[in-house]
């Protein structure tokens, strides 16, 4: 990667991100060319972790110095392939753009910028009926009814997607009988609306189940909601 590209990274929320830097020398299998300091910069300027091997007499455990806001939760391991500055329960706060600089004895300094972003997984949806009731069961209908479902979810960044399934099926306005609608009530609520225009017999006991997400690094959260009928006796 050239020098003056930054690389993107990616982490979620409370879990750990793993940010590379490449400490290996320009020429291989040089033994006076080696590693003698590294430091982290956040946002350019400020230092927040740094490894400083030129006494090879000093303590290993005293070489590495971190900023207090990244104390007991972060540690720069050089062994692994590249070398990695991990951060520990990340929050929203840690993203933003981060600068290793590498020093070698003989090679001129290298330096790497990657930009971490956060990722916050949305809450857990919230399905109402269409009396704005949060339910998990619906009905008894008849075949025929109509149904009206739709499905809240708040937070998430960045801004989740919002689907409603159907057992292993995506509902959506390409199913026949099936209208959805997707409208934000808001900057961090999500509403997806979605309509059954007619109920039939295979409805009834059917799960239909709101799905949001907005990252592979995290699961999906989702609701469901079953559809309870009206049984049809016949003689």
Not at 56 to 73: V, Y
Request: aromatic share 8%; proline share 7%.
């Amino acid at each position: 990667m050239p020098e003056g590209a930054v690389r993107q990274i990616f982490a979620v929320v409370h879990g750990t991100a793993l940010l590379p830097c490449d400490i290996a020398p320009p020429i291989p299998h040089d033994p006076l060319d080696t590693v003698i300091l590294v430091v982290w910069y956040r946002y350019e300027k400020t230092a927040i972790y740094s490894v400083d091997i030129r006494d090879k007499f000093t303590d290993p455990n005293k070489s590495h110095w971190k900023d207090e806001s990244l104390e007991g939760r972060s540690h720069f391991r050089m062994l692994s392939e590249p070398a990695m500055l991990t951060i520990d329960n990340v929050s929203e706060m840690d993203a933003g753009i981060y600068r290793c600089r590498v020093d070698f004895r003989k090679s001129p300094t290298r330096n790497s910028r990657l930009n971490l972003t956060v990722i916050v997984p949305p809450q857990k949806p919230v399905i109402l009926s269409e009396y704005n009731e949060e339910i998990e069961h619906t009905g008894p209908f008849y075949e025929g009814d109509r149904v009206k479902l739709t499905c809240m979810v708040s937070g998430g960044r960045p801004e989740p997607k919002v689907r409603w399934w159907r057992g292993e099926t995506v509902m959506d306005t390409g199913n026949e009988g099936i209208s959805g609608q997707f409208t934000a009530s808001s900057s961090s609520v999500k509403q997806n609306e979605m309509t059954i225009e007619a109920l039939g017999r295979y409805d009834q006991g059917a799960v239909y189940t709101c799905q949001a997400s907005n990252s592979n690094l995290s699961a999906p959260v989702s609701a469901s909601v079953t559809i309870e009928m009206y049984r049809k006796y016949t003689h």
